[in-house]
């Protein structure tokens, strides 16, 4: 049976190890959590590689702002600054389990306010790797890789992909989207160049001859580079 194919689960899956956020201690969170009798927040706090903020603490207020001013009002519960594919699975784990709203976000640019929530805001802009095959002219991308991330590294090598104008854009979200930019007339959108994606520990493989529902994405994504002619290597 076909799974649907949604923004949240192409970057709430994101499972994918990397950049690592500093932990700062957690004494003001915990003494936050108990006081509210929430020690969900608690137990999610201590297993997190990254870091848990709560609305007292001085990072919070930054954070929470997306780059949609529009969404400014849209305050979470928590936000959790993933440092980890675990850090990942935990939150993700912990909505299910305590049936809280969630959202993901990588750049943060959702028109539609999709990387905004009341609930539990998972921040994955700090698994922003890159990778480069140059055998078969693959990007392994990140789930909190941004447009600016991907052309730092693609520019060292004689191919690219076709990418958005905002370099603060997550390319995740503007793979979900499509992927319109300069390059679109010449080479097609971001989301023609998609050759696979990681579910559940799982690769699938996208083809035009084969096409199949993608249940849920990662942060990996690996894109097959534009040649010169604007052709692809699957």
Do not use: K
């Amino acid at each position: 049976m076909a799974t649907s194919f949604s923004r949240r689960g192409f970057i709430g899956a994101g499972l994918a190890a990397g950049a690592t956020v500093s932990a700062a201690p957690n004494a003001a969170l915990a003494q936050f959590v108990i006081g509210s009798g929430d020690g969900g927040l608690l137990a999610l706090a201590r297993d997190m590689q990254g870091r848990l903020l709560l609305p007292d603490d001085y990072a919070y207020r930054y954070s929470a702002r997306s780059n949609n001013a529009r969404y400014d009002h849209v305050l979470p519960r928590a936000i959790a600054l993933c440092a980890s594919d675990s850090d990942v699975v935990r939150c993700l784990r912990w909505a299910r389990d305590n049936r809280e709203v969630f959202a993901v976000r990588s750049g943060g640019h959702s028109y539609a306010g999709y990387s905004t929530t009341p609930g539990l805001l998972i921040d994955m802009r700090a698994l922003r790797r890159v990778s480069v095959n140059l055998g078969d002219q693959t990007l392994t991308v990140q789930g909190g890789a941004t447009n600016q991330d991907v052309a730092d590294v693609a520019s060292a090598y004689p191919f690219a992909i076709p990418s958005g104008r905002c370099p603060t854009v997550g390319v995740t979200g503007l793979t979900l989207g499509g992927g319109w930019g300069f390059a679109s007339t010449h080479a097609g959108l971001t989301c023609d160049r998609l050759l696979s994606t990681t579910s559940s520990r799982r690769i699938w493989s996208l083809s035009p001859q084969a096409p199949r529902p993608i249940p849920t994405c990662s942060g990996r994504c690996a894109v097959p580079a534009a040649g010169t002619s604007g052709s692809t290597r699957a």
